[in-house]
């Protein structure tokens, strides 16, 4: 099992930034990627972001040159730096942690951006 903990998340203004990390804990040896989902009220969770145990990344073209999705893989941490933050990115941000057979998710972090 893969316990994951989020942290990160808050009110910010139109323009502002916000890191988010996610630290997992437990037996992560299976684990090939990690990555960062959002979900709006009433809209189906999204991609953000995904990064793979060797660094290649991925992004959702509405968040390209704003966001960028690091690990430490010392500390077993994913991180999301987010800039120039926009009103449309309001939404509850989730992490996954993903191997051929598992799937790990985070509890959610609310970020809410004000215009």
């Known amino acids: 099992q893969v316990q994951l903990v989020e942290s990160g998340g808050g009110l910010v203004q139109a323009g502002g930034s916000l890191r988010l990390s996610c630290a997992a804990s437990?037996?992560?040896?299976?684990?090939?990627?990690m990555g960062w989902y959002r979900q709006a009220p009433g809209k189906q969770r999204e991609l953000v972001a995904t990064?793979?145990?060797?660094?290649?990344?991925n992004y959702a073209d509405s968040v390209k040159g704003r966001f960028t999705i690091s690990r430490d893989n010392v500390k077993n941490t994913v991180y999301l730096q987010m800039n120039s933050l926009k009103p449309e990115d309001t939404a509850v941000y989730y992490c996954?942690?993903?191997?051929?057979?598992?799937?790990?998710w985070g509890q959610g972090t609310q970020v809410t951006v004000s215009s």
């Open positions: 996954l942690f993903r191997g051929p057979y598992v799937r790990y």
């Open positions: 990064i793979t145990t060797g660094g290649s990344t």
């Open positions: 437990g037996s992560i040896f299976s684990i090939n990627a």
